[in-house]
Structures are given as C-alpha cells and as structure tokens.
C-alpha cells in the first residue's frame, strides 16, 4: 500500500507538452497549404442564383473562370452600371474570350485539354444576352463543357 | 565580457506555442474551404459549313417546347406555366413512354428545347434549368430505386450508365430570340 502510495506522489511529472508546438505547426503547416488566397480580384458584383440540383466541381486546376456582373461600386463611375465580363484580372470583351481560351489551354498538358471546364460565375441580374454571347464565344473555341456556377439553396425561400 | 557568458542562455521556447497557435487559428480562419458548385452543361459543338440542321424526323409530341420571354414568363408547350409546375410538367412529359398522345414516346426519344430572349434574366435561365435537371435526377432517382434499390448517384458507375441510357437528358437550346431588344 505505501509503496503504491509513494509511486504516485513521486512520479507524475505531468504530461510533457514539448512536442505540442511541433503539433501545432504541422497542422499549421497544413493549412497554410491548403489555404487559397483568392488570386483574382473581382472588379465585377457577382451574386450567383441559387439552384438545388448541383454537382461539385472536381479538379480546380482544370477551371477557367469568366466572370459576368456590374462594375463594382467605385469603379462604376468609371465603367458605369452595365454588366461586364472579366477575364483574369481585366474587363474583357466578348471578343477576347476565344484567346483567353487558347491561353488557358497553353497552360495545360495536352491530355487534360478535354477536361477542362469554364466555369460561368455571372450575378443573378444579368440578362441573358450577355450568357448568349458569351457561351457563343466558347462554342467558337471549342470549350465545351461548361457549369453554370451556382450557390445551394432554394430559390423559392426568396418568395 | 564576463557577463555575457554568465547569462547566455537559450531563447525561451515556451511561447513558440503560442505563436504557433496564433497563426494557426489566422489560417483557420481564413481558409475557405469553398466547394465550387454548379449546374454542368455541355455546349452544342459549332455547326459546320451549311449544315442545315433537320429538325423534321423529330416527332412533335417529342419535343418539349419551354419559351421564356424578356418578363421572365413562361410558355410551356403554348401555355403559360408557372415556374414551380416546370419539374412535374417536364417529368409527365418525359416519363409519358405512349400514354397521352401529346407528350412523348419513351424517355430516349424525349427532347426539351429551351428558348430564351436575350432579355430574360440568368436568374430565370438557372431556375429554369434547375427545375428541369431535377425532373431528370428524380426520374433518374426512382429508375435507380426499382431497379436496383438504391438512390442513383449511391449506384456504380455501369449501373449508372444504364439509368442515363434510359433517361438521357436531351435539353436543347435554340438560338435566342432578341424580342424585347435588349442588350
């Protein structure tokens, strides 16, 4: 009894906490790699619809993104209040879309060129005359496979 | 001189948790993990050189004409109809296989052609699509469950390729109208 005793006042020295730091970066180091920063800077208010039938997006690196919204507020008195498209880290025409095609596609490997996939992230707003033109556009460049960027939700909460 | 040996001693590593904690919870923070999600489509491919497309050996009773004007309205099969009757109205249609003679044959020969003014807004053109994406999916969901018992993204990817050999999802979009002459 008093040796179990002694034991247990002499010895509990407590859990080390020497390796916590390493723990702590390692995780740390998870997520800074992880971590996306956003690459682009939007220019253009996009405010996705809403949709339920929705599929995941796989393989990022395969996705180009075409942006379709109003000018952000302090550029409006610049650019005004009509919907823009923005490519990468400009205003964009219409025009410019099939070599910001080609550009995307030179980034790529060979193989994955069928893969790739446009993402269209355009505000619920828009008309769809500016979609029209726009997906005319990948049609000329042979980008076919498109999505329709939505957030998850139902539309009807909204009546 | 003196001094400086007597006192040299290591950095005190205790706070290097903290710190490291700090930083961890800054990335914590501001990690999105955002999932990009979104209605898939695939674009018709351009036509060749004077192509001329035949609509004429598509059956009319096939084809599931859905119109949406510059005022978001619908006309559905030359009636009006109201956004939330879209899904079960394409899903009668769809899954008719004979029995009204104005809706379709079977789910394989089943078209739904969509066309939209260039004034109607995306948010219309989304809904409207998602609408009919979910009468395909539910279709799709209660072939799954007769067939082989579970719900149709749980199946493997054959059984899968069956379900959508039955109900593909032909959804064609004609060229757009420019009635309301909007930009």
Do not use: C, W
Not at chain 1, 28 to 39: A, D, H, I
Not at chain 1, 133 to 158: C, F, H, M, P
Not at chain 2, 45 to 72: F, G, K
């Amino acid at each position: 009894m008093s040796k179990f005793k002694s034991k247990l006042k002499s010895g509990s020295p407590g859990i080390s906490t020497a390796s916590l730091p390493d723990i702590v970066f390692m995780l740390l180091f998870f997520f800074m790699v992880t971590t996306v920063m956003r690459e682009t800077t939007l220019f253009v208010d996009v405010l996705t619809p809403k949709a339920t039938e929705i599929r995941k997006m796989e393989k990022k690196s395969l996705v180009s993104y075409i942006y379709i919204g109003s000018p952000v507020k302090r550029l409006q008195s610049s650019y005004g209040t009509k919907p823009r498209i923005q490519l990468n880290d400009a205003f964009a025409e219409t025009t410019d879309i099939q070599e910001f095609i080609a550009t995307e596609r030179e980034t790529h490997d060979e193989k994955e060129i069928p893969y790739m996939t446009v993402s269209i992230k355009a505000d619920e707003e828009v008309r769809m005359g500016t979609v029209i033109d726009v997906k005319q556009e990948l049609r000329k460049a042979n980008a076919l496979k498109i999505n329709y960027s939505t957030r998850k939700g139902s539309y009807r909460q909204g009546f | 001189m003196a001094r400086s040996n007597r006192e040299l001693q290591e950095i005190n590593a205790g706070s290097m948790a903290d710190i490291a904690f700090l930083l961890l919870i800054f990335f914590l923070v501001t990690t999105t993990m955002d999932v990009d999600t979104g209605i898939a489509r695939k674009l018709p491919p351009m036509p060749e050189d004077e192509q001329i497309e035949d609509d004429s050996q598509i059956h009319a009773r096939n084809i599931y004409v859905v119109l949406v004007n510059s005022n978001n309205q619908l006309l559905v099969e030359g009636l009006p109809m109201d956004i939330s009757q879209l899904k079960d109205g394409a899903k009668d249609f769809i899954d008719n296989n004979g029995l009204n003679p104005e809706l379709s044959d079977n789910p394989e020969k089943a078209i739904i052609s969509l066309q939209n003014d260039r004034g109607t807004s995306y948010k219309t053109y989304i809904q409207v699509q998602n609408e009919l994406t979910a009468a395909y999916n539910e279709l799709r969901n209660t072939a799954a469950l007769s067939e082989f018992g579970s719900r149709y993204y749980d199946l493997l990817k054959t059984q899968q390729r069956d379900i959508r050999k039955k109900y593909p999802q032909k959804i064609s979009e004609a060229e757009p109208k420019n009635i309301g002459e909007n930009e």
